[in-house]
């Protein structure tokens, strides 16, 4: 039975894949593994049992990976099964920020009498806006959310430049040819009308949109924010606002210097808020973690590599160990001396860390115990599992 502890709220769609004769939720202290959305994890001690934490949802920035990756917790995330929620939204956005929508639909509900026809049409050229068609549109990230968002802004009639130095050989291919590719963020900066930023938090994005970006921004430029708060410096933003030297700032992520302000739109965090992008992530998160569990296989985990072998064996063992050398060696060795046969075993690494799958013939339970013991005594093996078929 594996414990599997719970936050935030995830579509039963997906926690009905856990069947319950396997798997018990939030039932004690001791979690195999966890899912959540934008719970935040950091400073929380993990208990000795967890084994994987699943993200129902793209970014993985409420999660502590390093120390997961440090305690062999593997962490995992849901590639794209929000991504067409989240470009719908920033396509509404943007339209939003071409045309005074809201204030429009505001104004008309202040109107009362047996006129109201009259008034609207006398006063509803306060509420003139622009259209997107002909503009351009630049996307910094050509990940899941942002290649669906070129692809639609061309089909709009958008004119789209794209920036992204690690985008991946498989969306490159989904992206539309007529997307320009810059070579620098500046040469988006110099063309774009509406700007819409599609990447992780990390050390490198973090607080990317600063004084020397907006500055290089077109007066009447629109930024578009739907991927994470802290990528924008706020009193940079603020200012550059204040001296009119872009247009719009559009965020799904408050802050409180962010409101009451005319020239920038806040939503609540609701990207990936739509019944079906919910009910994917919680899907895709639930079967990567059941799969984990049930078969030791890790499929798209933001610390660990992908690893996914058919057990060859009634027993498979699974070994988080530092990427150093000699770890399989001293490992397959450990197993020789109780003359325990290997039928299959692969070793895949990621940074600092790597994972082994050893699938080995039926084996006395005392003596099982007894060469998991040892192995966990190799220096560089952070922890060890058994798994049964
Ligand atoms: N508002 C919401 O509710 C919501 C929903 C989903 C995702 N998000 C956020 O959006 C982000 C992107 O989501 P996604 O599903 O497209 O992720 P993704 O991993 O598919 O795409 C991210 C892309 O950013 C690129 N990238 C990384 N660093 C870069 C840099 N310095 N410059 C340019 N490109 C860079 C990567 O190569 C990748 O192609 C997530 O990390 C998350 O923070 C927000
Ligand atoms: O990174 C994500 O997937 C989004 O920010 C969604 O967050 P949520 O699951 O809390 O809506």
Redesign the pocket.
């Known amino acids: 039975m594996f414990e599997i502890k719970t936050y935030n709220a995830i579509a039963p769609e997906g926690l009905n894949l856990l069947n319950a004769d396997q798997f018990a939720l939030n039932s004690g202290a001791n979690p195999d593994g966890i899912i959540l959305r934008s719970e935040k994890l950091h400073g929380m001690e993990f208990p000795e049992s967890l084994k994987a934490i699943a993200r129902a949802?793209?970014?993985v920035?409420n999660v502590p990976v390093e120390e997961c990756s440090e305690a062999g917790v593997v962490v995992f995330n849901t590639?794209?099964a929000?991504?067409n929620a989240?470009k719908e939204l920033v396509l509404a956005a943007m339209i939003m920020a071409a045309r005074p929508i809201k204030e429009g639909m505001e104004w008309v509900q202040t109107l009362s009498g047996d006129d109201v026809e009259k008034q609207v049409e006398k006063g509803k050229s306060q509420f003139a806006g622009t259209e997107i068609s002909g503009k351009t549109l630049g996307v910094?990230?050509?990940?899941?959310?942002?290649a669906m968002l070129a692809n639609d802004g061309f089909r709009l009639g958008m004119e789209v430049i794209g920036?992204?130095?690690?985008?991946?050989v498989e969306?490159a291919w989904n992206i539309n040819r007529r997307v320009q590719k810059a070579a620098s963020i500046a040469e988006v900066l110099a063309k774009a009308d509406y700007i819409s930023i599609?990447?992780?938090?990390n050390a490198?994005?973090k607080g990317?949109v600063d004084a020397a970006f907006l500055a290089q921004m077109k007066d009447n430029a629109v930024l578009l924010n739907?991927?994470?708060g802290e990528l924008v410096n706020t009193a940079d933003m603020l200012a550059a606002l204040k001296e009119k030297s872009i247009r719009k700032y559009v965020t799904?992520f408050a802050d409180e210097a962010l409101l009451h302000n005319d020239d920038i739109i806040v939503m609540p965090?609701?990207?990936?808020s739509t019944e079906e992008a919910e009910v994917n992530c919680a899907i895709m998160a639930a079967q990567t973690l059941k799969y984990f569990l049930e078969t030791g296989n890790i499929v798209n985990s933001v610390n660990f590599p992908g690893v996914d072998i058919a057990m060859q064996s009634p027993i498979r063992l699974t070994i988080v160990n530092k990427n150093i050398p000699n770890m399989v060696g001293q490992i397959s060795s450990g197993l020789a001396k109780y003359f325990i046969n290997i039928e299959d075993i692969l070793n895949r690494s990621r940074g600092n860390y790597a994972y082994t799958v050893i699938d080995i013939a039926e084996t006395e339970e005392a003596v099982l115990n007894e060469v998991i013991e040892k192995i966990k005594e190799i220096d560089g093996v952070v922890n060890v599992r058994i798994i049964r078929r």
């Open positions: 949802g793209a970014g920035n590639p794209g929000n991504a989240v910094i990230g050509l990940g899941a959310i942002g920036y992204d130095p690690y985008v991946s969306t599609h990447v992780p938090v490198e994005t990317m739907f991927a994470r799904d965090h609701l990207g990936a």
